[in-house]
């Protein structure tokens, strides 16, 4: 069995990204904590207590509150959609919450999971950084009780997800929100992987896949993933900023099932400053990464399939 805690940002992915987490045979999910980042962050927690409640098999565990706050917010029109996803009848048929909201702020949560469980835990983190870059500096000892993480978020194509003003179009929101974090982070001993958006290019939301999980809505998780991504309908021609990828699912099932990406390592560094702040690049001696580079499209929606039956 692995050790895993899980650090997210309350959008449809993250949410996603917690109920396959909850399935995977050999994964002891030790620790969850939420960020309202790309999400309110009430209505994000709540809806990860209920997930757990409802599809995490019984498990004992509390979710930490992050009261981290980014130099960026995330535009108020996506971080709504977390209230809708709370909403799902899906997650309200008990009517109560069991799983309790922890004791300390997310970024203290990580330490104390970390230090208190035996051996090394993997880290999947789907939105900013930022916690566990706060989580360094009160206790850089973490280190050494950190597997690997795997985070979704940055880029090293140029071709950033930030349409705001003041900012030169190669970043990646996660990065953009915070990106001192992402340096403080870099600037670890940490092992990286990171799903930055070159690959989930590879797995956009399409009309067939909400297809293909519409003929499964005899299983129950699916139905739930099925309803989750219809908050977030897309202009379907074209790329536009609202065009959704399976990005945190992506980094989240690539931490289990390795053969569904192809990686390559890249040494690199980020910005902090100036228009490209949160931009992360290739740079000759820079800080080892392993980056994930493609995708074995079919295999990876295989993959959820498979992991979302597991919740019958
Ligand atoms: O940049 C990708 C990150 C992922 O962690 N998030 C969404 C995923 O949870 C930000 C984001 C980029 N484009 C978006 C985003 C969109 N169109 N809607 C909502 N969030
Ligand atoms: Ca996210």
Not at 166 to 191: L, M, R
Not at 245 to 271: G, H, I, R, Y
């Amino acid at each position: 069995m692995r050790n895993v805690y899980f650090n997210h940002d309350g959008s449809v992915d993250d949410l996603v990204s917690l109920l396959l987490l909850l399935q995977m045979p050999d994964v002891t999910l030790t620790g969850v904590g939420v960020v309202g980042a790309d999400s309110y962050l009430e209505p994000a927690l709540a809806a990860s207590r209920k997930i757990i409640d409802r599809f995490g098999h019984g498990v004992q565990l509390n979710v930490a509150a992050s009261n981290s706050r980014g130099v960026h917010p995330f535009p108020k029109e996506w971080r709504l959609d977390a209230f809708s996803l709370d909403a799902l009848p899906i997650l309200n048929e008990a009517g109560t919450i069991n799983t309790p909201i922890a004791s300390k702020p997310a970024h203290l949560d990580l330490i104390d999971k970390l230090q208190e469980t035996e051996g090394k835990t993997t880290l999947v983190m789907t939105g900013p950084l930022t916690d566990l870059a706060r989580a360094l500096t009160v206790d850089p000892t973490i280190t050494a009780k950190i597997d690997k993480l795997y985070w979704m978020g940055g880029t090293f194509d140029g071709r950033g997800n930030v349409a705001e003003p003041e900012q030169d179009g190669t970043t990646e929101w996660n990065a953009f929100w915070d990106p001192q974090a992402v340096k403080t982070v870099w600037d670890s001993a940490i092992a990286i992987q990171m799903v930055g958006l070159e690959s989930t290019r590879q797995v956009p939301l399409t009309p067939a896949i909400r297809q293909h999980w519409a003929l499964q809505r005899q299983h129950p998780a699916i139905d739930f993933i099925g309803q989750g991504y219809a908050l977030v309908p897309a202009l379907q021609h074209f790329e536009t900023n609202s065009t959704y990828f399976l990005w945190d699912v992506l980094a989240t099932v690539a931490s289990e099932s390795p053969a569904v990406v192809t990686t390559k390592e890249v040494t690199s560094d980020v910005l902090t400053t100036g228009p490209g702040r949160g931009r992360t690049f290739e740079i000759p001696d820079g800080r080892p990464v392993t980056l994930v580079t493609t995708v074995d499209h079919d295999a990876f929606f295989k993959r959820i399939d498979e992991l979302a039956i597991l919740a019958d």
